[in-house]
């Protein structure tokens, strides 16, 4: 099957995922995978009813999809669209659409911040030891024109999607010696009043 296409986020869109549980949702398939209705109203301890509910608005908006591969009878499978999205949020914030593309943004750096500060704070300790030394945390500062940032930027973004290509197919939890593994890349210019 050919890579989907990434999904762009319009001002029309949008709308269909301004909700923060519906972002909880969306980022909970994206991060660990297909789910139930009823397996995600445990984890964020809403009803099923309620996850059922933004579950289809999410996928009338082309965010999540049925998995038809899984689930039986009543027991539906939801999954998020294959090809990723992709939010320009410097585009919406001048419109209408600004302070919901803000929400979005914000609720999925929150839940970024919360896996990344789980496995700061304790996280490593409770991984077997090669898990822990196979990370990396780190920082670094670079003088750069902006041109140079889009460069550094698409490099990391080709390595990851390279990686994430040869990764195709685990997402069924068969390998056991295979887990989920966050990448986070953040690549911005420091904020004028800060540079010397």
């Not at 999809?65 to 001048?94: H, Q, V």
């Not at 839940?111 to 700061?120: F, I």
């Amino acid at each position: 099957m050919p890579d989907a296409p990434r999904r762009r986020i319009d001002a029309t869109t949008l709308r269909g995922l301004a909700h923060p549980l519906r972002v909880q949702l969306y980022d909970a398939l994206v991060t660990y995978g297909p789910a139930t209705a009823t397996m995600l109203a445990e984890r964020f301890g809403e009803s099923t009813g309620s996850t059922s509910y933004h579950l289809r608005q999410l996928a009338k908006h082309g965010f999540v999809e049925e998995d038809t591969a899984r689930g039986a009878g009543r027991e539906r499978y939801w999954r998020a669209y294959p090809g990723g999205t992709e939010l320009d949020s410097y585009e919406l914030a001048g419109s209408a659409s600004g302070e919901a593309a803000r929400l979005v943004v914000d609720e999925l750096r929150r839940a970024q911040s919360a896996r990344l500060g789980h496995w700061l704070s304790d996280g490593y300790l409770q991984a077997p030891r090669e898990w822990g030394q196979a990370t990396i945390n780190s920082t670094a500062h670079l003088r750069l024109r902006a041109d140079e940032l889009a460069r550094i930027s698409a490099e990391l973004a080709a390595v990851v999607d390279a990686w994430h290509e040869r990764a195709v197919g685990r997402e069924s939890a068969t390998d056991d010696d295979a887990r989920i593994v966050e990448v986070q890349i953040h690549t911005f210019p420091v904020a004028a009043q800060d540079l010397p």
